[in-house]
């Protein structure tokens, strides 16, 4: 990721020892971006558009170099998410969420689930962009289910925010296992 930071950055980057303190959070920040399937370079154009309007003054006053140096920073980022994303391809390498990306890209073309008569996902709750996307098509296709194990009091009351990724998930796979969906914290059992 510095090499791709050095490449885009050139005379302005900073050394590595700089660079380590924060990049962690821009890999974090690709991480999501893949994981969402967002535009990487428009989401990194928008913000940097937000935080032009943000620190203009009407000519009131003039921009501080801090605030020049993170506009310039940002206008740059969708860039280093661009070259850093394609030096990891071209090696066969990534992170979590650019594997998710890859996954999704190249799944309508993969013989991956073939060997299976039936693909059955369970344990799932908050799912990103990339699984929804590969699930439903494997669920539509009839390759695959979807089992949820919840509780209707989580699931049927809007106001449990534990139930919210399930309310949703709901809503996109139509076609659901609720064999594991239960009144559970109202039934009464007696252990002996």
Not at 101 to 106: D, G, L, M, S
Not at 116 to 134: Q, V
Not at 135 to 145: I, P, Q, T, V, Y
Request: proline share 1%.
């Amino acid at each position: 990721m510095y090499e791709s930071y050095k490449a885009v950055y050139a005379e302005q980057a900073e050394p590595f020892d700089s660079f380590a303190k924060w990049g962690n959070l821009i890999l974090q920040d690709f991480n999501e971006i893949d994981r969402y399937l967002a535009d990487a370079v428009a989401l990194y154009q928008n913000l940097k558009e937000i935080k032009e309007i943000e620190n203009w003054s009407l000519g009131e006053e003039e921009l501080s170099e801090f605030q020049i140096n993170y506009i310039n920073f940002m206008r740059q980022l969708g860039n280093m998410y661009e070259h850093f994303t394609k030096a990891l391809l071209k090696n066969s390498e990534g992170y979590q969420g650019l594997s998710y990306r890859e996954a999704v890209n190249k799944f309508e073309n993969s013989d991956y689930t073939k060997p299976f008569s039936k693909i059955i996902f369970c344990g799932f709750n908050a799912l990103n962009a990339a699984e929804t996307k590969i699930f439903s098509s494997l669920c539509k296709s009839g390759k695959a289910e979807v089992v949820w194990d919840a509780d209707t009091y989580y699931l049927d009351n809007s106001v449990q925010e534990a139930g919210l990724f399930l309310r949703r998930n709901f809503k996109t796979f139509i076609d659901k296992n609720t064999n594991f969906i239960g009144n559970y914290f109202k039934e009464e059992k007696i252990l002996m």
